[in-house]
């Protein structure tokens, strides 16, 4: 079983920078792939960034150029990068992971506010 804890999320003025922290245990050998997610209120829970064992990342429109993910394999750890943060990014963030046997694991979510 894999275990997520996300961390660095916070109150950020318009402009600004945030960078979140996913750190993965337990089987983490299993993993195949990690990913970051948002969810507003009222709104649907959306990808955000994606990043693959292999290196491939993948983005929503919305925050291309804006948000880089990025892996610390020796950590264990998957990083988004947040710059150029609007109000509209405010949610709450989740990571996830998904298995090489297709069964995903999310954290608990880290809210991240921007204020204008």
């Known amino acids: 079983q894999v275990q997520l804890v996300e961390s660095g999320g916070g109150l950020v003025q318009a402009g600004g920078s945030l960078r979140l922290s996913c750190a993965a245990s337990?089987?983490?050998?299993?993993?195949?792939?990690m990913g970051w997610y948002r969810q507003a209120p009222g709104k649907q829970r959306d990808l955000v960034a994606a990043?693959?064992?292999?290196?491939?990342?993948n983005y929503a429109d919305s925050v291309k150029g804006r948000f880089t993910i990025s892996r610390d394999n020796a950590k264990n750890t998957v990083y988004l990068q947040m710059n150029s943060l609007k109000p509209e990014d405010t949610a709450v963030y989740y990571c996830n992971s998904r298995s090489r046997y297709g069964s995903t694991v999310w954290g608990q979510g880290t809210q991240v506010t921007v204020s204008s």
């Open positions: 337990g089987s983490i050998f299993s993993i195949n792939a």
């Open positions: 990043i693959t064992s292999g290196g491939i990342t």
